[in-house]
Structures are given as structure tokens and as C-alpha cells.
């Protein structure tokens, strides 16, 4: 594994009003392997993958994508790069002005390079394999829940991204909702698409991922496999697995 196949962070440090959301944080997702990060709600799961994406910019330390540092760097210096990324967003994040199609192709349709015949057949193709391709001429709001994620997933595969990043994909779902999105997670990762998940749902995270970062305090506290997890002698981690009366987390 080269460490163009990686993405990762250095020494990270993140804050927000004086609070530390990361201190010294080390991280890295490597190609053809998927992670969840865990923790609790305010951990700061959701800013690692910002910070990942360059969304945000660290207090100090370094994230790299590939061989690229982008720390500092203009959102202009590392574009072609983050093409390699795709997020799906905890709400779908749909434009509810668009079709359903149009969601789906917009990044194809700002990119120029093809033509209206040729994204419309990518389009189709990515509809069909999350299965919602008769909502193609449908507006978001006409979509349930577990459409609207699954409508988010395909716009996340039509630019054929090598990771993943899903922010609480089942956030909201009913049991048979929750399914599809687990099965489309592992149909993914068949088809060599690297995922990186943060979530609260510990049955999804260990039906769709290989290992596990722990978030508790700014610092990571755990990283391992679900054995590995499971057998931890870390309160936190136990708490978290199967909270008490007296969790530490109250």
C-alpha cells in the first residue's frame, strides 16, 4: 500500500470557541478498507470528514489526500484530486428545484465533459443500481426518507469515485430503510469502492465495516476490528456498546 492510496491525517488539531474537538489526532482511511468512526453525539465524527474533504482547516497539522498535502492549500490546488471523494450527506442534501435526474447528474453537468446523451445513461445506470430509477422525473420532496439516501448514493457514484464518505446514512430510516442502505454499502465495496462511515448505529457499522476508530475527548481511543472492540478493556468503549444506568456518558 503507497501513500497514494491512503488518505490520512498528521498530528491534527482542531477547535472550535476554545473547545478541542481534535488534539494530536492521527487517522488514516487506506484504499480497500472500510472504516466507521464511533462515538457520541458531539464527538466530532462529522468534522473529521470535513476536515478530510478540506471543507474546514485545522488549527494545525496535516491531512493529506494521497501523496497531496491540502493543508492550506486553495480549494482550486487539490479540485482534481477530491474528485476522488464523494460524500453522502446525513439529508441527502438534494437540490429540491431539481429532478431526481438532474440531482444525480449535476456534477457531471458542471464538469463539460459529456454530453447530454451519454451523462443521461450514467444517470440511469446509477438510478438503476440503488434501485430508484422510476423516480428519475420526480422532485425530492415526492421521495421518502430512504429514497432521498439512496437518490444521495447515486450522485455520489455518477463521478465513479474510489471512497465513499457517508455522514449517518441511516439516520431516520425504518428497519427495511436501514437494510437498503446496508446492502447498498456492501454491494460498493464489492465493486472496489472504498467507504469511510460516521455514525451512532452500531448494527450498520458492523455489517458494512472492517475496522474501527473510537472518538472520545478530541483523541482517538480505540482502533481495531470488531473482536478487537467487543473484547476492550477501555470503560468508554464498553459504555458505548452497551450504555448503564451509570454510563459515563450521562
Not at 453522502?88 to 465533459?113: H, K, W
Request: aromatic share 8%; proline share 3%.
Amino acid at each position: 500500500m503507497t501513500s497514494s492510496d491512503s488518505i490520512r491525517m498528521e498530528k491534527l488539531c482542531y477547535s472550535i470557541g476554545g473547545r478541542k474537538i481534535l488534539e494530536n489526532f492521527d487517522f488514516l482511511l487506506e484504499r480497500g478498507v472500510n472504516r466507521t468512526i464511533l462515538g457520541v453525539s458531539g464527538a466530532g465524527k462529522t468534522t473529521i470528514l470535513k476536515l478530510l474533504l478540506g471543507l474546514l482547516n485545522p488549527d494545525s497539522g496535516s491531512v493529506f489526500l494521497g501523496d497531496l498535502c491540502i493543508t492550506g492549500l486553495s480549494e482550486s490546488s487539490f479540485m482534481q484530486q477530491r474528485k476522488r471523494i464523494a460524500i453522502v450527506f446525513q439529508g441527502g442534501a438534494l437540490f429540491d428545484s431539481m429532478t431526481v435526474g438532474e440531482n444525480v447528474g449535476y456534477r457531471l453537468f458542471e464538469e463539460g465533459r459529456l454530453s447530454q446523451a451519454e451523462i443521461t445513461q450514467v444517470v440511469i445506470e446509477k438510478l438503476s443500481f440503488v434501485g430508484v430509477e422510476a423516480a428519475l422525473n420526480l422532485y425530492p420532496a415526492e421521495l421518502s426518507g430512504g429514497m432521498k439516501k439512496r437518490v444521495a448514493i447515486a450522485r455520489a457514484l455518477a463521478a465513479d469515485p474510489d471512497y465513499i464518505f457517508f455522514d449517518e446514512p441511516t439516520t431516520g430510516l425504518d428497519p427495511i430503510g436501514v437494510f437498503n442502505i446496508c446492502n447498498l454499502m456492501q454491494r460498493l465495496q464489492t465493486e472496489g469502492k472504498t467507504t469511510l462511515m460516521v455514525t451512532h448505529d452500531l448494527a450498520t457499522a458492523f455489517a458494512t465495516s472492517q475496522r474501527f476508530t473510537f472518538l472520545h475527548k478530541a483523541c482517538m481511543l480505540f482502533e481495531g476490528n470488531e473482536e478487537e472492540m467487543r473484547a476492550s478493556s477501555i470503560p468508554e468503549v464498553q459504555e458505548f456498546l452497551a450504555p448503564t444506568d451509570s454510563s459515563l456518558f450521562v
